[in-house]
């Protein structure tokens, strides 16, 4: 069983304004890309199966007319992590700016949620198995 400890961490998401469609663009492979933006990430952390080392990312939120939402994340330099993240939870935005939650869960860091006020939502992600 693990613990989660009160600790919560906020990660700046700034948009990228070069890229930022909220009128359904398709891009990245979404049928509509709802929000883009570049995030630094001090430490290592779990986000769903993926594990992100520290470092510059851009990340793309958006859905497949299917109905999927997912979140796809690109570290910054050449051959660098990335990966997809379903969407376990949407809800209206709860923060004041564009933000990753983490948490910290033993000795790791989990990002739990994005905030994406500009686009009123905020969106949860299950922890990875382990």
Sequence with gaps: MRTI???MIEVEVSPV??????TGARFQG??????????IL???AHWGGVCLPAGEYILFYGF?????????VFGK??????????IQEHKPASATRNALI???????????TLEMPMIDKSVTFASAPG
């Design 64 to 72: 497949q007319v299917c109905g999927a939402y997912f979140v796809k």
């Design 102 to 112: 983490c948490i910290r869960e033993g000795d790791s860091h989990v990002i739990s």
């Design 30 to 39: 979404f049928d509509v890309t709802e929000f883009t933006g570049s995030f």
């Design 5 to 7: 400890e009160n600790s």
């Design 77 to 86: 330099v050449k051959d660098s992590a990335q990966g997809v993240i379903f």
């Design 42 to 44: 001090p430490f290592e």
């Design 17 to 22: 304004a070069f890229t930022l469609d909220t």
